[in-house]
């Protein structure tokens, strides 16, 4: 079970694929007393099985405060990883998340003209340069890359992933943007494009194993036509209150309780939290009518429903682009399997 932390409200980036109400006013800031409590009470009832993320807006806004949690989850043994924009990984800072065995997950779309495409500062700037200057002093190796394929950026995939394995990132992670519907002519183009990284991904393999660490490949090991019978997730807000998903906190602090499942001083309400995500489910089951899934856009759905969209027709093109990733991962996969074997 994985508790997702979100930190604050704050970020000094206004990325087009995030979904976070951010930069309102006045701030919302966890307490660490009340981030502590939440990580107590996580391992209290996971144990070895609890996992954390820690989230914002940007996290590392918060470095006193991540590393502060970060190291009480670490010192129980928990698996930690903070998500960051990278622009404000500071050496002392991303070093001493590293020395507690905390992982740094960057999200950098590649090179400079994809992911600043879309990874904009607030008022609208460039951002790529301001991240690879952050990461200049720290071990590229040392570091998660996340990835977002976009329909305009689609072509130049490998281009980017090899510009990140070239400057010296060997952990990779990506998924397509969701934000908005792909069409029929991007979803060939995503379908081309990962044609050609399964040949470079087995020609690297051949050449120089473990290269390239994809990180998520188990997500799309094998298909599915049924719901997740598990949930592996739940959302504490920056409010110290514990939501369903974080679609919710597409709203801000405050706007969103409907989805609230609790608070950090009174527990968490986890009869409630079924509730709310077995509603999605029964939709978004209705949607897909036994169509065969990777991932299960159960979020997608709810991020359509409390915006006023066509939440069926959101988790059907969601579905599109996951079948598209998730035939070209689970064959990769597959074949890595067989090799190691």
Not at 8 to 18: E, I, L, P, Q, V
Not at 148 to 169: H, Q
């Amino acid at each position: 079970m994985n508790l997702l932390i979100f930190l604050s409200d704050r970020c000094n980036m206004a990325c087009d694929y995030c979904f976070l109400a951010l930069n309102a006013r006045p701030a919302t800031v966890l307490s660490e007393a009340d981030g502590a409590r939440a990580v107590d009470a996580h391992l209290s009832r996971f144990g070895r099985a609890a996992r954390f993320t820690l989230l914002g807006g940007e996290p590392l806004l918060h470095p006193e405060l991540a590393r502060a949690l970060a190291r009480r989850a670490r010192a129980a043994g928990a698996k930690v990883t903070v998500v960051t924009n990278g622009t404000k990984a500071a050496p002392a800072v991303v070093g001493g998340l590293l020395e507690l065995g905390v992982e740094v997950a960057v999200s950098l779309d590649g090179r400079a003209e994809a992911h600043d495409a879309h990874r904009r500062t607030v008022a609208g700037g460039a951002t790529h340069a301001a991240v690879m200057k952050a990461l200049a002093r720290l071990a590229p190796s040392s570091l998660r890359v996340n990835l977002v394929i976009s329909e305009d950026t689609v072509r130049a995939f490998l281009s980017n992933v090899d510009w990140l394995r070239e400057s010296g990132f060997t952990r990779l992670s990506f998924h397509a943007d969701v934000a908005r519907p792909w069409t029929a002519k991007g979803l060939r183009a995503l379908e081309t494009a990962l044609s050609g990284f399964a040949r470079y991904a087995r020609a690297l393999d051949a050449a120089a194993p473990g290269a390239l660490s994809l990180w998520h490949l188990d997500s799309y090991r094998r298909a599915a036509t049924e719901p997740p019978d598990e949930d592996e997730e739940l959302v504490l807000g920056a409010d110290a209150r514990y939501y369903a998903g974080d679609a919710w906190l597409s709203r801000p602090y405050g706007a969103g309780l409907d989805g609230a499942v609790g608070a950090v001083r009174s527990g968490a309400d986890w009869g409630k939290r079924r509730a709310l995500l077995a509603e999605a489910d029964r939709g978004v089951a209705r949607a897909l009518d036994g169509a065969p899934y990777y991932t299960w856009p159960r979020e997608t759905w709810q991020l359509a429903a409390l915006a006023g969209r066509d939440a069926a027709a959101a988790a059907r093109a969601f579905r599109a682009a996951d079948a598209v990733l998730g035939d070209a991962l689970s064959k990769l996969a597959r074949e890595r399997e067989g090799a190691r074997a």
